[in-house]
DNA sequence: ATATATACGGAGGAGTACTCCGTTTAACAA
DNA sequence: TTGTTAAACGGAGTACTCCTCCGTATATAT
């Protein structure tokens, strides 16, 4: 049990001002297309130095998390809210589409899921983790209540709903998107014949 | 119809000798990790100078394409012997178990699927019209003899494929995809209660 | 006002993708 | 064999990126 580091300073507000700056300058870019954009661009455009930047962010992949951790958690929270709301199976089919919604409305989703499923290794490990516990959550009650199949594997749902996500264009995307959950579900069920 | 250009010449041997080095090369750094090997490393190791790799490969991403052409284009391939052996449904679950099986090989399809998959653009273009051609026909087929749901987007199925193949890592990965594949093919069953 | 932990900025090191163009060479004809 | 020429070669150079380092500035606390 080492000691938890006992702040002598409260933290100065000029930090935290530039550290959201380059959130949002960094989400914004991500939303529109510019997922390649230049570490030194987003600095320039927070109205901060790179040296700034990498003080708050260590490396790409740290503000890329940060950028996604709030969307990411906001799907997990989710999962509860509609467990509560709907018998088991629809509970995951509705956060399932969930998933479908987000890419759809732009929110930026499908980048870090394929950040988060790919074996990048520990990026992301941490919302990834909280969106994991919400799918087993959502499995296990409809594995339980005898609707699912025992040997679904949560994690393996997300993975494939990854595949999707990894293109939000053509026309007609999205409803072909919903129609693989669909499947995802009938072939998850107990009774097949 | 314009006329076929007529080649004055033979084509230089040199020329195609250092075309298979080259491939022969970045194939082998690829089967290994080394994803992010740099091109420069690729034209030493084959012995040639960069422009020379430049000249044969426009850019980092015609050579990969040309890299796993083979690969996909043997997949491809499969899809009508698979046909011809086994009833529609157990065809298409065969082929795609071999996406799966090519993966395991370490047969390096995993990178080229996500390519294929996400809409980075022209790339792998070719090659992933013959690999949908080559899905289409079995899904088609099973269509028409009445197993599948008539909704059945062949692509979709490669895609949510594709988002299992994407991490070959951690134990035990190889049979959950093969679930997974089984999960699929039994979502787009007919008969559905 | 002073002290100091904290944060800032941006030049610079290291590395990569890709281009350009003068040089070399394989194919072919005489 | 030898000359001609289209095809291919090589690698220095350009442009750009990620990330580090460290001297400078400033917010907080006394």
Redesign the pocket.
């Known amino acids: 049990m080492t000691d938890v580091k006992k702040?002598?300073?409260?933290?100065?507000?000029?930090?935290q001002r530039?550290r959201e700056h380059l959130l949002a300058v960094a989400k914004a870019a991500f939303t529109m297309g510019e997922v390649d954009i230049?570490?030194?661009?987003v600095a320039r455009r927070a109205?901060?130095?790179?040296?700034?930047l990498?003080?708050?962010f260590?490396?790409?992949d740290a503000l890329i998390e940060a950028v996604y951790r709030v969307e990411l958690d906001r799907l997990a929270e989710a999962a509860p809210v509609l467990a509560a709301q709907h018998p088991p199976v629809e509970a995951l089919r509705a956060w399932m589409r969930l998933f479908v919604d987000y890419i759809a409305a732009k929110q930026v989703i499908a980048p870090a899921l394929n950040g988060l499923v790919s074996g990048t290794g520990a990026l992301y490990a941490q919302s990834g983790d909280i969106l994991k516990a919400a799918a087993n959550d959502l499995v296990s009650t409809a594995v339980a209540a005898g609707d699912l199949r025992d040997d679904i594997e949560p994690l393996d749902l997300l993975r494939a709903l990854a595949g999707v996500s990894n293109f939000a264009a053509g026309p007609g995307w999205e409803s072909s998107a919903k129609r693989l959950v669909d499947i995802l579900i009938a072939g998850s069920r107990t009774s097949v014949s």
Chains 1, 2 share one sequence.
């Open positions: 702040p002598r300073r409260r933290p100065r507000s000029d930090g530039n230049a570490l030194d661009d109205g901060v130095g790179i040296g700034t990498y003080r708050h260590p490396s790409r």
